[in-house]
């Protein structure tokens, strides 16, 4: 499959000062795959070492960290001689050898020209007991595949091009607009693990249903494998905690009946447990290993952002749609239709929030005043920008009317089920959810 993020490996790969690089991302979606296509693809030769699945690999960090010692130990092993001029090396699964990781510092100080990439997963690197290389190594983070990413993974260079020239027109007709929506909807029940898309697109070309029913078995899958991992990183007990969250944050979304999503409770997610610290670990534990989205909840709109938000005020949403409609056991029929009730909402949220993380917004924000809402709030060119989201066409914005009120921006927006319709010189812009990570 092809990802955004090539571009990025490849601006490394030319980079005049280049350092080895860490590709973090949660657990399954597709941190292996891209560095050995880009390996295979730009380089003479890939020599991936995975120490997950040999853990014979770690003992050649145990005598010292000298890279030329390393590379010849890790050249015979493999049987294959490492050109450090013209090869990639991987060290897949990163976090499993503490001694690997330290050793990226060496790697950086007295072999600069070896291109080396590592992948690992976020909490696993976070947790390793290595000493990390601190200002020794490049990073990059991969998500799952954003909506662009599941029409190019589709090959449907219609709606593809469509997508990628949404910036140069200021409205889109009907036709191009419900040929988008309805790959949204698809998107709405696989989301973007790269195993469940593909198995989707295996089946999808003779029955849709069925195919849909596929990637819902891998989700199935996905789920349990992520609850099994709890455990490995975290200890038994903390595991059955950090389950918990997990677990109750899509029934929490799913509550959410009017307006918008409501800022997360505490109360009544881990048995005998209901504020805020006691529920800290477990939480953070989620939103640093990539699989929750936090979005705070600001009681003014005001640069810096950060200053009118509490600690323990803030939303959390799942960090792929496909998973949340799973974990909600919604059947699939019923989200490809948009048939599951009236609070529906919450994906819709879910998916804006997962599309401005996947290009490169690193805090998210909301915003709430009284009884004013506004779903996210961005700073966009040094300017706070609004951002309401509905997920049907009907878009009364009492909100953002106040919003606008009381704060003048210079720009709002509000994404929803119409088609594309921006006004230059006009404070309001609508863009249609499918084009969230455009704004």
Known sequence: MKRTIYAKLL????????????????RQVGKSYILQAFGENEFSDCHIFNFEKDKKLSTAFEADLNPERILTELSIYSGKRIDIAKDLVIFDEIQECPGALTS???FCEKMPQLALCCAGSLIGVKLSSGSFPVGKVDFLKLYPLNF??????LN????????????KVDSFSEI??????NRLREYYVTGGMPQVVSTYLTYNRDDLFEAMKRARDVQEKLVESYNNDFAKHSGKINSIHIVSVFENVPVQLSANIDGSVK????KGVIPRKKGYAELLGPIAWLEKSGLILKVKVCKRAEIPLESFCRENMFKLFL????LLGCMLDLPVSLIYSQDYGIAKGYLAENFVAQEFTASGVSRLYSWTEGTSEIEFIRVIDDTLVPVEVKSGTRTHAKSLRQYILKYSPKRAVKISGKPLSRIRNQVIQ???LYLAAKI
């Open 104 to 106: 990226l510092k060496y």
């Open 430 to 432: 609508n863009y249609p």
């Open 156 to 167: 449907d260079e219609v709606s593809l091009e469509l997508y990628q020239d949404s910036d």
């Open 148 to 153: 662009e990413e599941f029409l190019m993974a």
């Open 319 to 322: 960090f792929d749609i496909g």
């Open 11 to 26: 601006e490394w790969k030319d980079a005049a000062a280049r350092f080895p690089l860490i590709l973090k991302g949660t």
């Open 176 to 181: 191009a607009h419900q040929r988008l929506w």
């Open 263 to 266: 800022k997360y409770r505490f």
